[in-house]
């Protein structure tokens, strides 16, 4: 079985990448509201997301120099390597998304109340009493906080290596087929 990689190669460009950030980020805010405000999912939880995307934004900022590699083509543009982590991030964060939003319309309808299902399976936390479907979209939120806190500290890293290569003060290699590989072998 040969397996081939995928990797993520694309040329840099500082506004993309900021404007794709804040895209990310304003879409992540919007389903973490929603899963307080129509899942139901306590507003405690609002401490543990904030502690847990600092805690792995600044653990993605410091790391990722390994997964990253760069690359001037002939006119100069500069391109970035993220690697298959940064791919697997993607997926991760919509699948996480398809989840959460599926939970919320279950909710919102009260699908469950119609098809007969019983939601009286519940945990205690923090104190209170919650559904099982809750409790899934905590673990999602989690899963989607991680993705978005992964990515932006890989963008961030980015946005730094990319300013000292402009600078000259990092080296990059030149390659010949303008920034891109074959990683298909």
């Known amino acids: 079985m040969k397996f081939k990689t995928i990797r993520q190669v694309q040329e840099i460009n500082k506004k993309?990448?900021?404007t794709?950030?804040?895209i990310q980020f304003?879409?992540?805010?919007l389903l973490l509201y929603s899963s307080f405000f129509i899942i139901g999912v306590p507003i405690e939880f609002i401490i543990p997301y904030i502690i847990s995307f600092v805690s792995i934004f600044l653990l993605?900022?410091?790391y990722s120099d390994r997964i990253m590699r760069f690359y001037?083509?002939?006119n100069g543009s500069i391109f970035v390597d993220l690697g298959w982590f940064s791919n697997f991030c993607y997926i991760l964060a919509t699948v996480t998304r398809i989840i959460i939003t599926s939970l919320g319309i279950i909710v919102r309808f009260g699908l469950p109340e119609k098809m007969g299902v019983d939601l009286e399976f519940t945990f205690p936390i923090l104190g209170e009493t919650v559904a099982?479907?809750?409790v899934a979209a905590i673990v999602f939120d989690f899963l989607l906080i991680y993705g978005k806190a992964v990515l932006a500290g890989m963008q961030?890293?980015?946005l730094k290596h990319y300013k000292l290569i402009l600078t000259g003060k990092e080296e990059v290699k030149?390659?010949?087929s303008g920034g891109h590989k074959d990683y298909s072998k």
């Not at 304003?26 to 805010?29: G, I, K, N, P, R």
Request: aromatic letters at 8%; proline letters at 0%; charged letters at 30%.
């Open 16 to 18: 993309k990448v900021i």
């Open 174 to 176: 030149e390659t010949k």
């Open 60 to 62: 993605s900022n410091k």
């Open 20 to 22: 794709r950030s804040l």
């Open 26 to 29: 304003a879409f992540t805010l």
């Open 156 to 158: 961030i890293r980015m």
């Open 72 to 74: 001037k083509d002939s």
């Open 132 to 134: 099982g479907f809750v």
